[in-house]
């Protein structure tokens, strides 16, 4: 009986767990890709920057690769917190930054294409939005 009980528990922890807004990071660039949501793989380069992968649901690559520069306190936000919006082929150098609150609703977001990143204003707050930027490689 505590067996079942433990099971349970286990199971609906781990729910819960996976259900969570925040996914950690792999350590260091050398590890593999890391599932962090159903359709999103991440694997770390460095502190600040990830490559990231959309994979659909028959785990095929859909969009173009592309890099988070900015993380929220070492963790990776859900899918649903940075977005790549590609306009077009011609105009896939966008990325959308996302402000959040300090209880992770959203005040607002604006695209930016690339190279504009560099019109945020500075007093923005870095660790209360996330930057994902198309097909290109920005450093903080």
Avoid at 72 to 84: A, D, P, W
Avoid at 121 to 130: G, H, L, M, Q, V
Wanted: glycine share 4%; net charge positive; with cysteine.
């Amino acid at each position: 009986m505590k067996k079942i009980i433990f099971l349970v528990l286990f199971m609906l922890f781990s729910k819960s767990y996976s259900q969570t807004n925040y996914f950690p990071m792999p350590s260091n660039g050398d590890e593999i890709f890391h599932i962090v949501s159903k359709n999103v793989l991440v694997k770390r380069i460095s502190e600040k920057r990830a490559w990231v992968k959309y994979v659909d649901d028959d785990k095929r690559v859909k969009s173009k690769s592309g890099k988070i520069i900015s993380v929220k306190g070492g963790y990776l936000m859900s899918k649903s917190e940075f977005k790549c919006t590609p306009i077009s082929e011609r105009m896939h150098k966008t990325f959308t930054i996302i402000e959040y609150d300090g209880k992770n609703e959203p005040l607002g977001s604006k695209e930016y294409s690339y190279p504009d990143w560099e019109t945020v204003p500075p007093e923005t707050n870095i660790d209360s939005i996330a930057r994902f930027v198309c097909d290109g490689e920005i450093n903080l």
